[in-house]
């Protein structure tokens, strides 16, 4: 399972894994960002401030699957599985952020409040506004971060080594999945991610060169 908040990052990783596993090729969009597919990705075990149950029962340690999720809870502690997260430094959070409005919300920062009300109860969801968002952002950004931090065993993957093709290969060999007969899809595919996203990847560069 790996932990990510919302970004181009935990998607990618979750494609590489899935090709690793699966032989599932992914396609890259003009934008950067990878589709994928997780039951827990955007799943909010909190609606509108009520709880949200959440089906375990097909998570066994047999099951060859990866999964993805932007949150923690509790409840995975009792997940019979090994959990990984996306570490990043607090500096990159203004840079995280306008990747991920430019990406997964389309520049639309309405849509990026609307993401986060929906997780949060009413009274406090009604204190986010446009104004205050860069905030949020941080404040909600760090606590996901403490949070994931919270789950036994957990194993940190710097978000910095999924831009070299041979860190990446060695965070997928030590999850135990990297699969050389892939190795030719996997080269391939993360030149066209990094690429595509050279920009972003020379600016996140940049700021913890300072």
Not at 82 to 98: G, N, S
Not at 166 to 191: A, C, P, R
């Amino acid at each position: 399972m790996l932990l990510a908040i919302g970004g181009a990052h935990g998607d990618f990783l979750l494609n590489c894994c899935k090709l690793m596993l699966e032989g599932s090729k992914f396609a890259i969009n003009n934008q950067g960002q990878t589709v994928s597919t997780s039951v827990y990705k955007n799943q909010h075990f909190i609606v509108g401030g009520k709880r949200v149950p959440v089906d375990y029962t097909h998570l066994t340690k047999e099951t060859p699957l990866v999964e993805l999720s932007h949150m923690w809870y509790e409840e995975y502690k009792t997940w019979n599985t090994q959990f990984y997260f996306i570490e990043y430094d607090d500096i990159l959070l203004p840079k995280i952020k306008e990747m991920w409005i430019k990406k997964a919300c389309r520049s639309n920062i309405d849509m990026a409040l609307e993401s986060y009300r929906k997780a949060w109860s009413d009274s406090i969801s009604k204190t986010f506004s446009r104004e205050n968002f860069d905030e949020i952002f941080a404040v909600l950004s760090k606590r996901a971060k403490k949070l994931f931090m919270k789950q036994p065993g957990i194993i940190p993957i710097d978000m910095v080594k999924l831009y070299d093709y041979s860190s990446l290969v060695d965070v997928l060999k030590s999850m135990g999945i990297y699969n050389t007969d892939l190795e030719h899809d996997l080269q391939e595919i993360h030149g066209k991610w990094i690429h595509i996203n050279q920009e972003n990847i020379e600016q996140i560069k940049s700021i913890l060169a300072k």
